[in-house]
């Protein structure tokens, strides 16, 4: 079944609730893809990681406003980049993420995990 039209509505909604023009589906789906499989070499800065993990909170944001098949549709695209991210990053315990962004109770899980290994986890560490 084709969902185009679907997706085209949940992106014109989600753009008139705030999030930037540049934002889509496949576009979110391939940063979030990008980075899980990066995460671990990351070498950006810690406010660049937190703008990435905003592309999880897009996908979560989206599939809420999706039907139910194009919401497992869209849960199968980023399964393995959920997977993958999990399996490289570690509890962030310390909440030091919280440091550099506004990090609540009801944020996804990837807001309360930080790289295991890699630079940003080193940089992260020294500010423990």
Same mark, same amino acid.
């Given at each position: 079944?084709?969902?185009?039209?679907?997706?085209?509505? =949940? $992106?014109?909604?989600? @753009?008139?609730?705030?999030?930037?023009?540049?934002?889509? %589906?496949? @576009? $979110?789906?391939?940063?979030?893809?990008?980075?899980?499989?990066?995460?671990?070499?990351?070498?950006?800065?810690?406010?660049?990681?937190?703008?990435?993990?905003?592309?999880?909170?897009?996908?979560?944001?989206?599939?809420?406003? #999706?039907?139910?098949? %194009? @919401?497992?549709?869209?849960?199968?695209? =980023?399964?393995?980049?959920?997977?993958?991210?999990?399996? #490289?990053?570690?509890?962030?315990?310390?909440? %030091?993420?919280?440091?550099?962004?506004?990090?609540?109770?009801?944020?996804?899980?990837?807001?309360?995990? @930080?790289?295991?290994?890699?630079?940003?986890?080193?940089?992260?560490?020294?500010?423990?």
């Amino acid at each position: 079944m084709d969902h185009a039209d679907e997706v085209r509505a =949940i $992106e014109s909604d989600m @753009r008139a609730a705030g999030w930037a023009g540049h934002t889509s %589906l496949d @576009r $979110e789906v391939r940063s979030w893809n990008q980075l899980s499989a990066e995460v671990n070499t990351y070498e950006a800065t810690v406010d660049d990681y937190t703008n990435d993990l905003c592309s999880r909170d897009y996908l979560a944001s989206f599939t809420s406003s #999706a039907s139910e098949d %194009l @919401r497992a549709k869209v849960q199968q695209r =980023i399964a393995g980049a959920d997977a993958t991210f999990r399996a #490289a990053t570690t509890d962030d315990a310390e909440a %030091l993420l919280a440091k550099y962004y506004r990090v609540d109770l009801k944020d996804g899980w990837w807001w309360r995990r @930080r790289p295991s290994s890699g630079p940003l986890a080193e940089w992260l560490s020294h500010w423990a």
